[in-house]
């Protein structure tokens, strides 16, 4: 069976959004939800269990935390603020007209607080 994965590679699928006035306006509390991500993200890699319960835990719908677990076990599964792929994935949607301006790099798509990131 293929995946997204099969055809992209694994690039950056989910990212959280904030209008630009909202983070030129808030560059502090830009900076704490990207420490907050980062802290999430170095807890995860260190214990996947401990995340699975987490996660288990504070949702709103009943959910095993073995099946999270495996979830984030999968090596398809990547946990990262750094984004991977954009390049390759904001050519797709050029190519294909979903957007009309593609980026001329990657940094040009997120807060400038991850610009010296080494994202692609």
């Known amino acids: 069976m293929l995946n997204s994965v099969d055809y ?6 989910d990212v959280a959004f904030a209008p630009k006035k909202f983070v030129d306006a808030n560059p502090k509390m830009t900076q704490a939800f990207i420490d907050a991500m980062d802290d999430a993200t170095a ?18 719908i009943k959910v095993d935390p073995v099946e999270i677990q495996d979830m984030i076990v ?14 390759q994935f ?28 080494p994202g692609s």
């Open 90 to 117: 904001s050519e797709f949607m050029h190519r294909a007209g979903s957007i009309k301006l593609k980026p001329t790099k990657w940094s040009d798509m997120f807060v400038p607080q991850l610009a010296s990131r």
């Open 43 to 60: 807890l995860i890699a260190k214990d996947k269990k401990l995340a699975a319960e987490i996660y288990a835990r504070s949702s709103k």
């Open 74 to 87: 999968d090596p398809d599964t990547r946990f990262s603020t750094v984004p991977t792929g954009m390049m």
């Open 8 to 13: 992209l590679g694994n690039i950056t699928l």
